[in-house]
Every structure is written in C-alpha cells, then in structure tokens.
T-cell receptor, first 115, second 114 residues
C-alpha cells in the first residue's frame, strides 16, 4: 500500500497561471479532502468528496475547483493562481462514516509558491 | 460550530522532560478525538485516538484521555526525546448533516533540546 500520494511535491507559478494537484489513494476510502496549511493557522478545509462523482465546499473554497471522477483520485485545480494561494496543500482520505473507522490518512503535501 | 483549541507554542523542552500539550474542544454531539503529529517536511500522521468518554489513547509513549466533563484531550509524555520535535495537532471528528466533519486545532510546535 502506498497510502495517500500527491503530485507534484513542489511547484512555483506566476500570478494568473493555472495548475492541477493530483491526490491518489489505494485504500478504497470513500471520503477525500483537500486542506491548505498556512503558518499559525493550522489546517483549513478547501473542498471534500464523499464519494466518486460528488464534491462539496469546505471552509475556504474560493479560487479552487475539484473533481472526483474516479474513487481513488481527487484533483484540486487553481484556474488563475494568486499570491494568496501560496501554501502547503495536503490531501487526506478516510472511510465512510458508520464503519467505525474515522481516521484520516494524509499525503506528504505539495508546496506551492505563487509569484 | 465545532472547534478545537490548543495551547500556543512553541514549546521548548530539554530531553527527558515531561510534556503536556493542552487541548479542549466544543462539539454538539459525541466526537472522536485525535492527536496527529507532523514531522518537518512531512504530512500529518495519526499519533493516537479515543472514541468515547474516559478512553485513553496511547502510542510511542504518548497518552491522552478523553475527558467529556472538561471537554479536554490533553497530550502527555513522561520523557521526551529529541526525535519528538514536531508539530502536534489536536483534532475531532463528528457526524453532521453533510457526512463527517473533521476539525483541527492550530497546532503546537515542540522543540526538544539535547
């Protein structure tokens, strides 16, 4: 099991450029999440998905879009990057609620800098 | 809404010192409680968890007890090592109308000096 993987690990963008971050998990988890981590602010939820083909907004969704076309993949898109989106992005996954297993498993993170 | 509060860091200790990192929460129901650890340059890893009142989670010498009466889940370790230097996050998980809600505290940075 690779667990949760993220690509790329590092990226530098210019303001206005677009990019997609890929998250993949091989644990057959129903739920997947995208967070951003900024100094002194902990983790903030951007978007999440409760299953293939479904997505929902989290705490800070503006400027981001997501897609969950396959159960194992969760993509985070930035259509027009802004310096305020400079952050470390973490993907996580978990089992469906009601299974009695509610732990989140995290990827290693993507460090994004927008100039 | 649900929230998690942690003691402000950074916390700096000498090796073999006793560690306590305070965590309190607010929730509408009966959440599960977690401590995650983040080592430099890595993602978060589950350290321990507790799913109901009076449960004690433990791992790698760390312990935390789910105290419903004080809505707390304080992390403790009797003798810290340099390798414990990391950022520690308290978190809760609770069912809500949209599925499963995970809420993280802001994190507490621990530095252990030899």
């Amino acid at each position: 099991n690779a667990g949760v993987t993220q690509t790329p690990k590092f990226r530098v963008l210019k303001t206005g450029q677009s990019m997609t971050l890929l998250c993949a998990q091989d644990m057959n988890h129903e739920y997947m999440y995208w967070y951003r981590q900024d100094p002194g602010m902990g983790l903030r939820l951007i978007h999440y998905s409760v299953g293939e083909g479904t997505t929902a907004k989290g705490e800070v969704p503006d400027g981001y879009n997501v897609s969950r076309l396959k159960k194992q993949n969760f993509l985070l898109g930035l259509e027009s990057a802004a310096p305020s989106q400079t952050s470390v992005y973490f993907c996580a996954s978990s089992y469906r609620p009601g299974t009695g297993i509610d732990t989140q498993y995290f990827g290693p993170g993507t460090r994004l800098t927008v100039l | 809404g649900d929230s998690v509060t942690q003691m402000e860091g950074p916390v700096t200790l000498s090796e073999e010192a006793f560690l306590t990192i305070n965590c309190t929460y607010t929730a509408t129901g009966y959440p599960s409680l977690f401590w995650y650890v983040q080592y430099p340059g890595e993602g978060l890893q589950l350290l321990l968890k507790a799913t109901k009142a009076d449960d004690k989670g433990s791992n790698k010498g760390f312990e935390a007890t789910y105290r419903k009466e004080t809505t707390s889940f304080h992390l403790e370790k009797g003798s810290v090592q340099v390798s414990d230097s990391a950022v520690y996050f308290c978190a809760l998980s609770e069912r809500d109308n949209y599925g499963q809600n995970f809420v993280f505290g802001p994190g507490t940075r621990l530095s252990v000096l030899p």
